[in-house]
């Protein structure tokens, strides 16, 4: 999903390496956080319709007289997994176009904001809207310093990505393995992670606006996929909050 380049390199200019002010790159990462805006805004109202809207909701989740999760009908369970479905689908693009890779973005957009109302249904609703604004002003932070910041984070980044990695196989071994405290380390580090990764992925996707010498095709790939990645971060921050901090029904 990161070959934005459509398989040509390009090298970055020495004269914009130092990420001076820029009107195309501005415009490039306008259109980057308007489309995860939009897909978070998206992602709230499927998640309140899943949660809140009774003929929708008795459709994916098994709820107890009190409102509280209980499980997960067939179709929920199909919605649950269709965002993993759909992004190991898109590693099979070779040759990704602007059509598809939005299709992309607002399927994966789609299939988590239906299943975020398991998060409506096992928390508050003031806590929830709580953590999405802490994790808005966090986001917002993260993302301002990656894009300022003079650091080459390139060698943070790798280190990130293996942290991930264990973070998935963690996660893995405590949905059969709880010792106590155990959930609380994997939360933390979650946060610690993706509080990382919103960065650099800001500053990877102004390196990439370069890198793209203003081809157009490409940076609308790039936007698409830009936008992916920074909304899976938020999304993923925010729910390694709510089970940090959030209040339970």
Do not use: C
Not at 18 to 34: E, I, K, P, Q, T
Not at 154 to 169: A, E, H, K, R, Y
């Amino acid at each position: 999903m990161s070959d934005f380049n459509r398989g040509y390199a390009r090298s970055i200019p020495a004269d914009r390496a130092d990420m001076s002010v820029d009107a195309g790159l501005r415009s490039f990462m306008l259109g980057v956080y308007n489309k995860v805006a939009l897909g978070l805004v998206l992602s709230a109202a499927l998640a309140w319709l899943t949660a809140d809207f009774a003929p929708v909701q008795q459709l994916l989740y098994v709820v107890t007289p009190d409102g509280r999760l209980a499980g997960f009908t067939p179709l929920g369970m199909i919605i649950r997994f269709l965002p993993l479905v759909v992004l190991i689908g898109a590693m099979f693009i070779r040759n990704p176009s602007p059509r598809s890779a939005g299709i992309v973005y607002w399927s994966v957009v789609s299939g988590i904001g239906a299943g975020l109302g398991v998060w409506l249904l096992a928390y508050t609703g003031s806590s929830v809207a709580l953590t999405f604004m802490i994790t808005a002003a966090a986001f917002g932070g993260l993302s301002l310093f990656g894009y300022t910041t003079k650091r080459d984070l390139t060698g943070f980044g790798s280190f990130l990505m293996v942290g991930l990695i264990g973070l998935v196989l963690a996660s893995l071994v405590g949905m059969f393995w709880h010792p106590a405290g155990f959930s609380m380390i994997i939360s933390v580090l979650g946060v610690l992670i993706f509080a990382g990764l919103i960065a650099w992925d800001t500053q990877r996707l102004k390196m990439t606006y370069y890198e793209l010498g203003g081809e157009q095709t490409s940076m609308a790939i790039a936007t698409n996929y830009g936008a992916l990645n920074l909304y899976l971060n938020f999304i993923n921050l925010f729910q390694f909050l709510l089970s940090l901090t959030g209040s339970r029904r």
